[in-house]
């Protein structure tokens, strides 16, 4: 297969609104954000959102709701919810805009970790914002929850509504456990699987990191999965490159690194798209376009969401 769906993470709940003025927190921003990646490229739309006055990841449905029919408006790229929210919600908060608006896609982290976010307190040192160092202070002694039975949960609710999954493995054992979850009957081929590398609890982003990923999702899964990537921070093209070259899928965005190259901030999510794209075009590659996507993941169609 030569097409290549590039998924766009717009705002995240990893970046804060002092490290970049190109974070988009607002609705307005976080629509045009969505709009602009879609336009550049982008199949799928991966959405978090923000209180619009002080940037704090808010994953309340009507923070949501301020921006996802605008989006469905203005693009028919495919529109993934998180279900992550932030490391510090429980799983119930998590999960309600998913639940609300029965999204095509929504993401799934497949295990708990500890998820450090301080090492960014070595570069930025000024914060607009009380939450912003205390949330990256916090994350030396965060654990990630994602048991289990809070996985189970979530494939319970959302599986009734035909939502499907990106499948968020940032370590090898997340692999594993989507193959325990697989082997039960609880979700169904094709699995969308999208390997993190770079965040620090997780596994690092070293080329033989990602082959790793790869190897090991190959065993596990054959013929019956899609493979994603995204590279945290300074990561993101080089391990997008790695994985277009290998056959795989690729996401960018804001959410996951705020960099258009070594020093240099991303002014947009469309530039990220953009840059990703010249690389999998490069290689001979093509991009897929949002009914390709659909048509890849085995999607119910924008039809059949709730927004």
Partial sequence: MNKVIITCAVTGAIHTPSMSPYLPVTPDEIAQAAIGAAEAGAAVIHLHARDPQTGKPDQTPEAFARFLPRIKQATDAVVNLTTGGAPWMTVNDRIRPAATFKPEVASLNMGSMNFGLFPMLNRFKTFRFDWEKEALEGSRDLVFRNTFRDIEYVLRELGDCGTRFEFECYDISHLYNLAHFLERGLVK????????????????????????????????????????????????????AQAAAMGGHVRVGLEDSLWAGRGRLAQSNAQQVRLVRQIIEGLGREIASPDEARAILSLKGGDQVSF
């Fill in 189 to 240: 081929p094709p699995l969308f699987v999208q390997s993190v590398f770079g965040i620090l609890g997780g596994i690092g982003a070293h080329p033989e990191d990602v082959a790793h990923m790869r190897r090991t999702a190959d065993r596990l899964f054959g013929g019956e999965y899609q493979w994603s990537v995204l590279g945290a921070g300074k990561n993101q093209l080089a391990v997008a």
